[in-house]
């Protein structure tokens, strides 16, 4: 007669309890394991930092989109790419944007703007009045899964546009690299 007592309404709340702990569950996992894949991505970071004296450089002619030009140089331990960095001067800042990567694949991109007080051919330009706004954009297989701001706030990666913002700095590493690929076989 126990089996009476259980209804179809019973048995789905019952299964959505279930559901909802397995979910939360899994959601402590993915925290914890992008905590893990983060020290990964930080250890990485201070490695090619502490190693850059010892790679090669190139200096490739990668066409910029900057009004007083700016120069690329790529960073690599034997054949392995570990670094592009872009530097794109303008008349009121300039950009710096680092691109690390581990095993040919994005992990990491730092980028700088610097923004003058005015622009830089007027006598009351000020070096001192220069604001850097920074953002740090962190990648798992190719993939953004957390972005920070100049504050180090987390940026909202659930709205459209700011998930968009991973994909297009994926696409133009990728396109940096085809753009490398084809200066070495020069």
Known sequence: MLLSYITPLTI???????????????????????????????SEYKTIRNNITSY???FP???????????????????????????????????ITQYYFKNRKLLFAFDQQYRYNIPIYNEEFDANKTTIIEDRYYFHKEKLFLWLDTNKNKVDLTVK???????KIVDYTKELKHELKKEQKH
Request: aromatic content about 6%.
């Open 161 to 167: 546009a700011n998930k968009e913002v991973g994909g």
């Open 12 to 42: 789905m709340k019952k299964t959505v309890i279930i559901l909802a702990l397995l979910l939360f569950g899994l959601e402590l996992i993915s925290a914890q394991s992008k905590e893990k894949v983060l020290e990964e991505i930080r």
């Open 56 to 58: 090669v450089k190139k």
């Open 61 to 95: 002619e990668i066409e910029l989109n900057t009004t007083e030009g700016g120069h690329v140089t790529a960073y690599f331990n034997n054949k392995d790419l570990k670094l592009i960095e872009i530097i794109e001067f303008g008349e009121t800042g300039k950009n």
